[in-house]
């Protein structure tokens, strides 16, 4: 089956840290990206991870585990314009990009 | 920048209407993808397409159907629009490689009353 679990809602701090993370069940594995969705907008694309590890980006990084299914989005120096949602996708595999998506997680950055 | 254009933003029609919603992207990317989203179900595919005239079911194909007679361009038709496929409908593109990132569109918001 296909499941990914990442929570409804979090708030956090203007130049904070916070953490986002995404525990999925797929029946095929072959990399996790995470999207950005700001309210009324398209999603956008953050970050891609296929091996175990972190990858840093800017202020944002994100990190995977694959034996544990696991995965995080890492923001730093958080701004407001970081009010979003923040989707978990996986990609299972195959030869066309069909992706699995988590519901989101509803980040809201308080001055 | 990759650009993926749907045709409207936003659509109101009536239930049994036939409805057609656009898509065009400028990258040449091989797959398309025509995807709904609505609160608490986050994104569903409905369907794809990884070449020109080939199409592929997603999650949820009942009620519609896709064209794909151009690289560039795919279009979601509703046969007969009800009111459950009311929804914000997006659009996006990729290359055909496994890590490649999808690129959406702005979005349509379909009204069915």
């Known amino acids: 089956g296909q499941n990914i679990d990442q929570p409804t809602e979090m708030t956090a701090t203007e130049g904070a840290i916070v953490q986002i993370n995404c525990t999925y069940q797929t029946s095929g594995f072959n990399g996790l990206f995470w999207y950005q969705q700001h309210a009324g907008e398209a999603p956008t694309f953050l970050s891609y991870?296929?091996?175990?590890g972190l990858e840093e980006k800017g202020r944002f990084s994100s990190f995977l585990s694959r034996s544990k299914g696991y995965s995080y989005l890492l923001l730093k120096e958080l701004q407001m314009k970081d009010s979003a949602s923040y989707l978990c996708v996986t990609y299972p595999g195959g030869a066309t990009n069909k992706l699995i998506f988590g519901t989101g997680t509803l980040l809201a950055v308080q001055p | 920048d990759v650009k993926v254009t749907q045709s409207s933003r936003y659509l109101v029609k009536r239930t049994g209407e036939k409805v057609f919603l656009e898509c065009v992207q400028d990258m040449d990317h091989e797959n398309m993808f025509w995807y709904r989203q609505d609160p608490g179900l986050g994104l569903r595919l409905i369907y794809f397409?990884?070449?020109?005239?080939?199409?592929e079911k997603g999650d949820i194909p009942e009620g519609y159907s896709v064209s794909r007679e151009k690289k560039e361009r795919f279009s979601l038709i509703l046969e007969s629009a009800s009111t459950n496929q009311t929804s914000m409908y997006l659009c996006?593109?990729?290359?055909?490689?496994?890590?490649?990132?999808?690129?959406f569109g702005n979005g349509t918001r379909l009204t069915v009353t």
């Open positions: 397409s990884y070449d020109v005239k080939m199409k």
């Open positions: 991870n296929v091996l175990d």
């Open positions: 996006a593109s990729s290359h055909g490689t496994s890590d490649s990132p999808l690129h």
